[in-house]
């Protein structure tokens, strides 16, 4: 079964502070990535995807991942990160012949400290 | 546009009981989904409907039913709440089944 799995499940940063969240996920073939973010008390909101072509697509608030096949990776970046970014991020892909079925990671929690 | 929206936003139930989640989006999508949010198990998906007409079960779907009734509306039924079933529900939307989704603020559900 095609799994999603995110390695850091609370991660705690002070302002300025470089983020970078794993997420690998197990399937073959043609994939969708996403990253979602659920602010406190919010409902997700998507942080980036990537469908084809350039493997490092950015997105939203300074964030920016990358996709590496050969490692089945899709890593979330943020150079400097804000207390304003704490919340709790989502990794999901889709698998190229599951139609809308989303599969997402456990999530994992950011707390930065001012 | 006020999106994807769920009713009620907090629900509490006792064991046996049964109860409709509401969902609706006014964005025209054709694909609509409903998720739990459990701790430590990010969203897993229970039903979802590709387009006005079908539906089709997702990871988790036992002890649910679902109801496309139309293009906007999608209802989550749970016909005898168990205590496992206290979660957070989420509804989904997206334009077609292969794009990103869009996202409802969630229902509460405790089951007692």
């Known amino acids: 079964a095609q799994s999603v799995s995110q390695h850091n499940h609370h991660v705690i940063l002070s302002e300025a502070a470089s983020l970078e969240l794993g997420c690998n996920y197990s399937?073959?073939?043609?994939?969708?990535l996403f990253w979602y973010v659920q602010y406190p008390g919010q409902h997700l909101q998507l942080l980036l995807k990537y469908f084809s072509g350039d493997p490092l697509v950015k997105g939203i608030k300074g964030f920016e991942a990358e996709f590496i096949k050969s490692k089945f990776s899709f890593n979330l970046r943020k150079p400097s990160v804000q207390w304003s970014d704490t919340a709790e991020y989502f990794c999901a892909v889709r698998a190229g012949n599951q139609g809308g079925k989303l599969i997402f990671g456990q999530g994992t929690e950011l707390s930065v400290k001012p | 546009n006020a999106g994807v929206t769920q009713t009620p936003k907090f629900q509490v139930l006792k064991t046996g009981q049964s109860m409709t989640l509401q969902c609706a989006q006014d964005?025209?999508?054709?694909?609509m989904y409903w998720y739990r949010q459990d701790p430590g198990m990010g969203l897993r998906l229970i039903y979802y409907s590709a387009s006005e007409g079908t539906t089709d079960k997702g990871e988790v779907p036992n002890g649910y039913n679902v109801s496309r009734l139309n293009k906007r509306e999608f209802s989550l039924r749970l016909e005898s709440a168990a205590p496992s079933q206290t979660s957070v529900y989420f509804c989904a939307s997206s334009p077609r089944d292969i794009y990103e989704q869009y996202f409802g603020p969630g229902t509460r559900l405790t089951v007692t």
């Open positions: 964005m025209n999508h054709n694909s």
């Open positions: 399937y073959g073939g043609t994939v969708n």
